[in-house]
């Protein structure tokens, strides 16, 4: 069983960064893609950015630029930097574990979740 815990959210203020860590325990992530989401209240989860097994990263247009996903996978960690953060940035911030070695942007994609971590920003 794949355990996925993230760290790092909290509160910011608009334009500032936030690093948030996804740590996973259990099976190993280096074979498998990777990626973020957040889901802000009364709005579905969307996708935030996905790394696959070789470190090819894929972004919306919502955030690129200002985001960027990283792997450490001697450490099982995946990291999503966050900087200019906007006003329509606040949302819980999931990690989730592909089913493949592809990082995909679609969420029927991924197979284990993580519990969240909150990010607001204050304008």
């Known amino acids: 069983q794949v355990q996925l815990v993230e760290s790092g959210g909290g509160l910011v203020q608009a334009g500032g960064s936030l690093r948030l860590s996804c740590a996973a325990s259990g099976r190993t992530l280096s074979s498998y893609g990777m990626g973020w989401f957040r889901q802000a209240p009364g709005k579905e989860r969307e996708f935030v950015a996905a790394i696959s097994w070789s470190g090819c990263t894929y972004y919306p247009d919502s955030v690129t630029g200002r985001f960027t996903i990283s792997r450490d996978n001697t450490k099982g960690t995946v990291y999503l930097q966050m900087n200019s953060l906007e006003p329509e940035d606040p949302a819980v911030y999931y990690c989730?574990?592909?089913?493949?070695?592809?990082?995909?942007?679609?969420?029927?994609?991924?197979?284990?979740w993580g519990q969240g971590t909150q990010v607001t920003v204050s304008s």
């Open positions: 989730a574990r592909s089913r493949t070695a592809l990082g995909r942007r679609d969420i029927d994609a991924y197979a284990y």
